[in-house]
C-alpha cells in the first residue's frame, strides 16, 4: 500500500513564496519518481513537475519554469516543490504522485496523495 500525504498550502499574497512537502509511505521509496500536479476549479490535472528516482532528472511545465523547483530528501521519503514568485493562475489544489515502476526518469503516476490548496491572492 502506498500512502502520500502532502502539506505546505496556504494562502499567499502575488510574488510569495511557498514550500509544498509530500511524505510517502512505501518501501524503497528512493527507487521510485516523484512528482506533483495541480487543478484549479473547473479544469483538468496537469503537471507541474517530477523527480526522477536518482534525483538527477527533473522536468517542469512551461508555465512554472523558473520559478518552481522540485527536490527529494530520500532518507526522510519526501518530495518537495518550492514555489517562487507565485502568481494568481497558480491557485489549485496539488497533488502529489509516485509511479509504480522502478527506476524510471520521468513520472508516470500511479499513486495520488489527497491534495494540498494553494491559493494566490492579488
Do not use: H
Not at 511557498?18 to 496537469?46: D, H, K, N, V
Not at 518552481?68 to 494568481?88: E, G, W
Not at 491557485?91 to 500511479?110: G, H, I
Amino acid at each position: 500500500q502506498v500512502q502520500l500525504v502532502e502539506s505546505g498550502g496556504g494562502l499567499v499574497q502575488a510574488g510569495g513564496s511557498l514550500r509544498l512537502s509530500c511524505i510517502a509511505s512505501r518501501r524503497a521509496f528512493s527507487l521510485y519518481a516523484m512528482g506533483w500536479f495541480r487543478q484549479a476549479p473547473g479544469t483538468e490535472r496537469e503537471f507541474v513537475a517530477d523527480i526522477s528516482w536518482s534525483g538527477g532528472s527533473t522536468r517542469f511545465a512551461d508555465s512554472v519554469k523558473g520559478r518552481f523547483t522540485i527536490s527529494r530528501d530520500n532518507a526522510k521519503s519526501t518530495v518537495y516543490l518550492q514555489m517562487n514568485s507565485l502568481k494568481p493562475d497558480d491557485t489549485a489544489v496539488y497533488y502529489c504522485a509516485t509511479d509504480s515502476a522502478l527506476m524510471t526518469t520521468s513520472l508516470t503516476p500511479a499513486y495520488w496523495g489527497q491534495g494540498t490548496q494553494v491559493t494566490v491572492s492579488s
